[in-house]
């Protein structure tokens, strides 16, 4: 998608990620850390149903299943904090930068 910029109609803009950047960061992170009890449910089914193949299949079921969980309760909040940093970014944060006059503008909604 190209943008011009309002003020001189140039269409070399960058547009500055940063609110995309964090909220991907501390989406990733919130959903790891809200997926602990979730992941510790999950460990205790994967061992239940790894105790068909012994002692050893407990244990690598459990720790399997809790650490499946963590990753991708992360991918989650990862992915929802970025789509909420993009949409700060293009209309809130004003962080598209016309390279050529240094206009920095929102996008319209």
Known sequence: MSFQCPC????????????????AIVGSIGGA???????FAGSQMGATFDAIAGPSGIIIGTVFSAI??????????CALGAQLGENLDRHVLANNLCLVCGHRFNLPT
């Open 33 to 39: 850390a809200r997926s602990a009890n979730p992941a």
């Open 8 to 23: 001189c109609n140039s269409r070399k803009v960058a547009s500055l990620r940063t609110a995309m950047t964090v909220g």
């Open 68 to 77: 499946l969980g963590r990753l991708v309760a992360g991918v989650r909040g």
